[in-house]
Structure formats: structure tokens, C-alpha cells
């Protein structure tokens, strides 16, 4: 096992794995920005090495400070979070060459899961279903044209090196698509330095459904059932919850099984995404996240398993606690996301918490690193805290998480709790019935 972990991330997500280090026993480093001297990680840490001055770019994303911080204070071991370095496979190879293990899978398995095209492919080979469209770039405006006749519009041009939900056109005809096609490919050029893109059928009331997925580094894989992230605006997840309130238990099986023999014929190691659009019973696989992501406390409340034990274990080489057969799925979770953002405009609302009160009793977590008096800085992503409310099935989970809404506080900035409040009182949000595009709608009628 490690003796010390350098955790190269702040926020929530910081303390999160913190909490794992310090009960498996093993010493925590923390880095942190100027703005970051007074952030709760900080402060909990046993060491802590200040690498920079706000911007991300020259702190949380400069990986020689962070690799001269492990070096001072004998790390053995960096984990990413998510966002920052957690998908950067130059990142994860850097810290090879140092004989520091990075907690996550080989830079070459991030590597294709971060070019889609070749992930689709990947994906493909392995028996994980796709969208149908292009099987790679497209060159020129016949290919396109004759790809969008054979799987029929609408189709929606992405991106290869796209991320965040940008570099994305949808055509409706053929008259569409010569200009979605150029507008993509300039699109991408300019954000991503790379204008290669694809084509695929444009799904037009799909749920969002991912599968949390395992692999040992050693051959087997596992999977940990979904997450319904169908609630999002602007590609931003909001509200997730496990189970999907879509899937019945021969589905989430079938699924899992599907993804969790890709993971070990891949040979992969640690935790795992697989997302996928879903309608009218079938999934379409979209991409790979190769981290742990914000929403996998859901995950960890129906199994109670915790994943950041799993993923540090895994990358000891010291292998999963469970099999397949140990993970079952209790109940009903879900996670709010709560940000320091107005709730109607979301506009980010950085300043001073004067007052921090988070809700508690049976089935409530709460995922913060911040606290009464604490100042926001404006540089960072405005996530200041993770409700996650866990219940019997989802009826008792939507009291309870109406009851511990009602019962959070955060006053002397705004915050998208409002938000939470009318969407837990909302009918088709209790008969969990609504599609990716649902929350944009809601929130297009209230203006
Ligand atoms: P990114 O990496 O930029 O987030 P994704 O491929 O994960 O891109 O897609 C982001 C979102 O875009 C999806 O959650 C979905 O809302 C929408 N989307 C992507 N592909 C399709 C498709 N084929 N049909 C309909 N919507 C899509």
C-alpha cells in the first residue's frame, strides 16, 4: 500500500479523497493555490505545498510543480480528482517516468478515450453498442451527405477532440448539413486545434444513462450499476440519481455485463465511465471518462462500497475488494448539485459564505469543502458542496431530499438551491419522467 498520497485537486473533491487516505491509513499531501490558502483540504492535510498563483494553468495544471511537490515531500502516489490533470495522459506518463503512481488508468487507455473518434472505435470492437454514423472522420461534403442519407436525419456533427459538450451542429436535411458541417469543423479548429469531425444519428428524446465500471489492471472488470444524468443544462450535468428510474433490473444487467467484459478484454485499471444515450430500450454509447466523476457518491450509496478505497487499491496493486457478485443495489440515491450561481441566470456568484448549515439525519451526505465565513474565490468552477440523499426506493428519497433541502442553509451568496427546491416538487421529476432536454425546457418556460 502507499505510504503517502499527493492529491492534486481542491474543492470537494479534495476533502473526498482525503477522507479515503486518512482511513486507509495513509499520509495525505495536499497543493494548493494563493487562493486556496484557507480551503478546508488545506487545513485537514498532514502536508501542504502552495504551487502557484490563482490562474489554473500555473497551479492545479502545472505539472512540474506538482511533480517537484511530490518529489519534496516523498509522495508515492497523485490523485487527480476529476477535471484538471485527471484525463491528461502526458500527466499520468510524466508520473511514471518518476516512479510515481498516478491513480488511474495507463496514459494509453486516457489517451483513446479522450480522442472520441477513436474511442467510438474502441468502443465498437469491444461489443459496446454505438450510435450508428460515420466510422471515422468525415472528409469532404459527398462523404457527409452520403453517410447522413444512409442513417437518416436528423444527424449531429461532433467533434473527435470535442469535450464539454462544445463543437457540436445538428442538421435536420441535407440543406442543413453543408454549413453544420463547415460551422462544426471551424468550430473545433479554434477550441481544439484539431478539425477533424464525425457524424452520427441525432437521438431526439434520449435519457442520459452512464455505467460506473472497475478494472483491475489484470484482466477482470466489474461494474457498479448506472446513473441517470439526464437532467443538464447546457451539457452540465445538475441532478443524478442511481437506479435509473428508466431501466428495469434486466437491462441494468445486461448493460453492466456488456461494459464490464469491454473493461477487462481492455485490460483497464481503475474506476471508469461508459456514458451512453438511451431510447426506446437501446443504448448508444457517447464516451469514456477515465477518472472518477462528480456523481459517483450515488453509486456509493446504493452499493456501499466506497470507489476512492477501490481506485486507490487498484492502482497499489493490491486489487478490488468486491466481485461482481458482491455488489448489490440497495435502494435509491440522488445528488444535487449545489452551486454558488444565481438560480435563474446562473451567473456565478463568488464572495463570502456568511452562514453554512448543511442538513442532516438518515440517508443525508453532504460533499463540501467549504464552511461559515469562507470566501469563494472567483477563479475555480463555482461547485461549492454535493447534497446526496439516499432512501428505501425513490419515493422515500424524494421526501427525504425535499426535507433536506428545506433544511440547508447558505446565505451571503446565491446558489442554485431554489432550483433544487421547485424540481423536487415538480410531477414529472417525481415520476422521474423526463429526457436530456427536459431541464432546458423547464427552465426556457419560467422565463
Ligand atoms: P462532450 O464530451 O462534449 O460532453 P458528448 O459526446 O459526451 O460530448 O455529448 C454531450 C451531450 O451532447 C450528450 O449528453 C447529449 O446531451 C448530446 N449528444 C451527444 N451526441 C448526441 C446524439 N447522437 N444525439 C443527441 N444528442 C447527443
Known amino acids: 500500500m502507499f505510504q503517502k498520497i ?236 442511481a437506479n435509473s428510474p428508466a431501466l428495469n433490473t434486466e437491462e441494468r444487467s445486461r448493460i453492466g455485463g456488456i461494459c464490464a467484459k469491454a473493461i477487462a478484454d481492455l485490460g483497464y485499471s481503475g474506476a471508469g465511465t461508459i456514458e451512453f444515450l438511451y431510447e426506446n430500450g437501446e443504448f448508444y454509447f457517447i464516451e469514456m471518462n477515465t477518472r472518477l466523476q462528480v456523481e459517483h457518491p450515488v453509486t456509493e450509496a446504493i452499493t456501499g462500497i466506497d470507489l476512492v478505497h477501490e481506485q486507490i487499491r487498484v492502482a497499489s496493486g493490491a486489487g478490488l475488494s468486491v466481485r461482481q457478485e458482491d455488489i448489490k443495489f440497495n435502494g435509491h440515491a440522488i445528488e444535487c448539485r449545489i452551486n454558488a450561481e444565481d438560480p435563474r441566470t446562473f451567473t456565478p456568484s463568488p464572495g463570502t459564505i456568511t452562514h453554512f448549515h448543511t442538513p442532516g439525519g438518515l440517508g443525508i451526505r453532504v460533499d463540501s469543502g467549504v464552511y461559515s465565513g469562507y470566501k469563494i474565490p472567483p477563479y475555480y468552477d463555482s461547485l461549492i458542496g454535493k447534497l446526496i440523499v439516499h432512501g428505501r426506493n425513490r419515493v422515500e428519497c424524494m421526501m427525504r431530499l425535499r426535507r433536506a433541502l428545506d433544511e440547508f442553509v447558505v446565505d451571503g451568496i446565491k446558489t442554485t438551491l431554489p432550483l433544487f427546491r421547485d424540481l423536487v416538487g415538480n410531477p414529472d421529476i417525481a415520476n422521474g419522467d423526463y429526457d436530456i432536454h427536459w431541464l432546458e425546457k423547464y427552465l426556457a418556460k419560467d422565463e
Open 6 to 241: 499527493l492529491i492534486a485537486n481542491r474543492g470537494e473533491i479534495a476533502l473526498r479523497v482525503l477522507r479515503a487516505c486518512k482511513e486507509l491509513g495513509i499520509q495525505t499531501v495536499v497543493v494548493h493555490s494563493t487562493a486556496d490558502s484557507d480551503a478546508m483540504h488545506v487545513r485537514l492535510a498532514d502536508e501542504s505545498v502552495c504551487i502557484g498563483p490563482p490562474p489554473s494553468r500555473e497551479s492545479y495544471l502545472n505539472i512540474h510543480q506538482i511533480v517537484a511537490a511530490c518529489e519534496i515531500t516523498g509522495a508515492d502516489a497523485v490523485h487527480p480528482g476529476y477535471g484538471f490533470l485527471s484525463e491528461n495522459a502526458k500527466f499520468a506518463d510524466i508520473l511514471a517516468a518518476h516512479n510515481i503512481t498516478f491513480i488511474g488508468p495507463s496514459g494509453d487507455h486516457i489517451r483513446i478515450m479522450g480522442d472520441k473518434i477513436e474511442a467510438k472505435r474502441t468502443a465498437k470492437r469491444l461489443g459496446i453498442p454505438v450510435v450508428p454514423g460515420s466510422d471515422g472522420a468525415i472528409s469532404d461534403d459527398k462523404e457527409a451527405k452520403r453517410v447522413a442519407a444512409e442513417i437518416g436525419y436528423p444527424v449531429i456533427i461532433k467533434a473527435s477532440a470535442g469535450g464539454g459538450g462544445r463543437g457540436m451542429k445538428v442538421a435536420h436535411t441535407e440543406a442543413d448539413l453543408e454549413v453544420a458541417l463547415q460551422t462544426a469543423k471551424s468550430e473545433a479548429g479554434a477550441a481544439f486545434g484539431d478539425d477533424a469531425v464525425y457524424i452520427e444519428k441525432y437521438l431526439e428524446k434520449p435519457r442520459h444513462i452512464e455505467v460506473q465500471v472497475f478494472g483491475d489492471g489484470a484482466g477482470r472488470g466489474v461494474h457498479f450499476g448506472e446513473r441517470d444524468c439526464s437532467l443538464q443544462r447546457r451539457h452540465q450535468k445538475v441532478w443524478e440519481e
